[in-house]
């Protein structure tokens, strides 16, 4: 059975984040590495996921298999910032002058390859923690209504999160859901 685990982003994982983040662009925004790591200074979270190397039982000893890579690889990330964050992002903006206790998240992306399995819930489960933990009481986001992203709308659903409101671009080609989720 394959093994995961989160952890505190690290700056050698910027890299693998820009990557993620590269395959699901439509629905996020670009990044280079450089606004990898501007993000990863303003977060008051940011984790990863990392998928553990495979271990083979020979002998009743757990050793790598001969040919696995022993290092971790990692397969999804979760960036959320707290309020009054020098940060650029109309949508949070937008989150920042209605609400005061919050973590609103800049992006969640998971490994398409892995979806369906609950990594995305492992990671959500991991920032309600640290919000209850932090004592702060709502968890912000938003999603793509146009284009339409429904996977996104479903799973934010089981977590409680509501539309407070929408924000279109200018030329309509772009409509996201404004959502907000009690984390106590």
């Not at 996921?49 to 971790?72: F, Q, R, W, Y």
């Not at 109309?90 to 398409?112: C, G, P, S």
């Not at 369906?116 to 932090?134: E, P, S």
């Amino acid at each position: 059975m394959t093994e995961f685990r989160i952890r505190n982003a690290k700056l050698n994982d910027f890299k693998f984040i820009k990557q993620l983040n590269d395959n699901f662009v439509q629905f996020t925004s670009p990044m280079d590495l450089a606004r990898v790591e501007h993000l990863h200074n303003r977060c008051a979270y940011h984790k990863v996921i990392e998928k553990l190397p495979k271990n083979d039982v020979h002998n009743g000893h757990d050793t790598l298999k001969e040919n696995a890579v022993s290092v971790p690889s990692i397969v999804g990330f979760l960036m959320a910032m707290a309020p009054k964050t020098e940060y650029d992002s109309e949508n949070y903006r937008w989150f920042d002058l209605r609400y005061k206790n919050f973590l609103y998240v800049d992006r969640i992306v998971i490994d398409q390859t892995l979806h369906g399995i609950g990594l995305g819930k492992m990671l959500y489960d991991d920032l309600f923690k640290f919000a209850r933990d932090q004592k702060i009481g709502h968890i912000c986001c938003e999603y793509n209504l146009i284009p339409a992203n429904p996977i996104s709308a479903d799973f934010h659903q089981s977590f409680g999160f509501h539309q407070v409101g929408r924000l279109s671009s200018e030329d309509h080609s772009k409509v996201v859901s404004m959502q907000l989720a009690n984390a106590m």
